[in-house]
C-alpha cells in the first residue's frame, strides 16, 4: 500500500477537513492496538450502533485529549471543571463517530483504495520537505499507539462520514422565489409608534422589604450565593520588550524554568537571580479576573491546576512568543455559601428592584390591554402617565434605533397593520408599540452579485439543516434502540 503511494504522483484528493481526522486520530488512535492487546474483559463504558468502547479504551483516548489540552493552555494540569468538560466531549465524540460510520456503511457508502492512498498522500501530518515520507508515517503511527490496519480503518470511517455529509451538503439547493422572499423579508422596512413606560417611576426606596423577607430569599435561595472557589498569585515575569535580545531571553527562560522546578515552593530564588519583581494579583476566579492577566485562559488553568493549588510553582508559561511566566498561588479560597450578614444588603436591592420590575410590567399590562379594547388610553392615564406616541417610518430591521430590542419587537409582529404589542425591556421599563404600516422589499433593484451571495447563504444554511436534522435523527434513533 506504502508503495503505491510512493509511486502516485496525481490523483483525486477528497475534500475532506483534514482538522476532523486529526481530532479523530487523536481520540482513537490507540483503537488498533487496544483491540489486539485487549481482547479480555474490560469494563465497557458505552455501546452504540452495535460497538462498544471499554474503559481502557476511554481512559487512553481521553488521556489524549487531556494532553492536548495541556499543550495549548500551556500547563502541567488542568481543573476540575474542565476536566468533566473533556471526558463528556471524548465520550460524545466517540457515540457520534460510530452512529455516523454505521449509517454510512449501511447506505453502501464506499471509498476505492485510490482516494484512501490520495488523501495519505497529501496530508501535512505525514509529509516531510513537501513529500510523502512513509518513515514520518509510521513514527507518527508507532507516537499515537497505532497499528498501519487500524489508523487504515479509522481513515476510511473518517472518509466516509465526510462522504455522507458532502452527499447530503451538496444537494441543498435554493429556488428564485426562495431568494427573492427572503431578500424582501431581508430590506423589509416598517412604520411603527411606540411609548416607553419607564421603571424609574417607582422609587425603590418607597417599597418596603423586611429583614425576614430577605432571610426567606436567601434560605430559598442559597445556590445563588455561594462564593467560587478563588486564588490569588504571585508571579515571576520575563519579557523580551525589556531585555531587548533574543538570546538573553531564551537564556534567562532557560534558568526561569530550571530556578522554578529546583525551588519548587519559592518563587525567591529564581526571582532574585533574574533580579526580578515578584508581583501579586487580586483574587480570582475560575472565570478569570478583572485584568489581562488573570483573564489569560493559560494562567487560570495554571492557577488552578492541582499541582498549583498543592503548593508549587508552575511551569514556564509562554503567554505569547514574547513572554514567558511562573505563578505560584498565594491564597486560595475554597468555594464556599457566603454568610446572610455579607449579602443582606445586596438581597434587600435586588428585591426592591424586582418589585419596582413587577409593579411597572403590571402598569404596562393594564395599559396593553385598555389600549387592545378601547384603541386609546382614557385622558387621565394619559395625561398621569404622560402617555405620548414617538413616530418612526421606513425602519429597517438591522437599525438600533430608538433601541435593538425595540426594533427586534417591531419586526416580530405579524406584518398586520395597527398590531399592538407590548413587553418588557430588560432594564424594567415597559413598552408599548404599535405597527403601522409594512414596505417589503424589491429584490429587483438590487445587483445580481448581491443575489448570488443570498443565494450561497441560503444554500449553506439549508444544507447545515438538513445535515443536522440527519444526525440528530441518527442519534435519536441509536439511543432509542441502545
Known amino acids: 500500500m506504502l508503495q503505491s503511494i510512493r509511486d502516485r504522483t496525481h490523483g483525486w484528493l477528497t475534500s475532506v477537513v483534514i482538522g476532523l481526522l486529526i481530532i479523530m486520530f487523536a481520540l482513537w488512535g490507540v483503537h488498533g492496538y487496544l483491540e489486539l492487546q485487549n481482547e479480555g474483559g474490560d469494563k465497557v463504558v458505552a455501546k452504540v450502533a452495535g460497538q462498544k468502547l471499554s474503559q481502557r479504551e476511554f481512559d487512553v483516548a481521553y488521556q489524549r485529549v487531556y494532553q492536548q489540552a495541556k499543550a495549548q493552555l500551556g500547563t502541567e494540569s488542568l481543573n476540575k471543571e474542565l476536566v468533566k468538560q473533556l ?37 501535512p501530518l505525514f509529509q516531510s520537505a513537501g513529500r510523502f515520507s512513509s518513515a ?44 427573492s422572499q427572503a431578500m424582501a423579508l431581508i430590506h423589509q422596512k416598517r412604520d411603527f409608534a411606540y411609548i416607553v413606560i419607564p421603571s424609574s417611576q417607582f ?31 504571585d508571579y515571576i515575569k520575563l519579557s523580551l520588550a525589556a531585555l531587548k535580545d533574543d538570546k538573553t531571553f531564551v537564556e534567562r ?13 519559592s518563587l525567591q530564588q529564581a526571582a532574585q537571580a533574574l533580579n526580578l519583581p515578584i508581583q501579586s494579583t487580586p483574587l480570582f476566579g475560575q472565570k478569570g479576573g478583572n485584568d489581562v492577566l488573570t483573564k489569560n485562559p493559560k494562567i487560570i488553568a495554571a492557577a488552578f491546576s492541582q499541582d498549583s493549588l498543592q503548593g508549587n510553582n508552575s511551569p514556564v508559561i509562554d503567554l505569547d512568543a514574547d513572554t514567558a511566566i511562573v505563578l505560584r498561588v498565594k491564597q486560595h479560597k475554597a468555594s464556599a455559601i457566603q454568610a446572610f450578614s455579607a449579602v443582606k444588603t445586596h438581597i434587600i436591592d435586588m428585591l426592591r428592584k424586582q418589585q419596582v420590575i413587577e409593579k411597572n410590567y403590571t402598569l404596562g399590562q393594564g395599559l396593553l390591554k385598555e389600549l387592545k379594547e378601547k384603541g386609546s388610553f382614557s385622558d387621565s392615564e394619559k395625561n398621569k402617565r404622560d402617555l405620548h406616541w414617538q413616530l418612526l417610518n421606513q425602519v429597517e430591521r438591522n437599525t438600533d434605533k430608538p433601541s435593538a430590542e425595540i426594533v427586534k419587537a417591531v419586526f416580530n409582529l405579524p406584518a398586520t397593520k395597527n398590531e399592538i404589542a407590548g413587553f418588557a425591556l430588560a432594564n424594567g421599563d415597559y413598552v408599548l408599540i404599535k405597527l403601522l404600516g409594512v414596505h417589503e422589499g424589491d429584490s429587483q433593484q438590487y445587483p445580481s452579485s448581491q443575489k448570488n451571495m443570498a443565494t450561497q447563504a441560503l444554500e449553506r444554511e439549508f444544507a447545515r439543516r438538513d445535515y443536522d436534522l440527519y444526525v440528530q435523527g441518527l442519534m435519536q434513533k441509536a439511543h432509542s434502540v441502545s
Open 203 to 233: 422609587s425603590a426606596e418607597q417599597l418596603p422589604i423586611s429583614e425576614a423577607q430577605a432571610l426567606a430569599y436567601y434560605q430559598k435561595n442559597t445556590n445563588h450565593f455561594v462564593q467560587p472557589e478563588q486564588v490569588s498569585i
Open 253 to 265: 527562560r532557560d534558568k526561569l524554568a530550571n530556578l522554578s522546578y529546583t525551588h519548587p515552593d
Open 136 to 179: 514520518r508515517f509510521y513514527a507518527v503511527l508507532d507516537a499515537m499507539g497505532y497499528t498501519e490496519l487500524g489508523f487504515l480503518s479509522d481513515l476510511k470511517k473518517t472518509l466516509l462520514i465526510n462522504q455522507v455529509q458532502q452527499g447530503l451538503t451538496g444537494t441543498a439547493f435554493v429556488l428564485p422565489s426562495e431568494v
Open 87 to 123: 471526558k463528556k466531549q471524548t465520550l460524545e465524540q466517540w457515540m457520534l463517530t460510530q452512529v455516523l460510520a454505521h449509517a454510512a456503511a449501511e447506505d453502501r457508502y464506499r471509498l476505492s483504495p485510490s482516494s484512501i492512498d490520495s488523501v495519505l498522500l497529501h496530508m
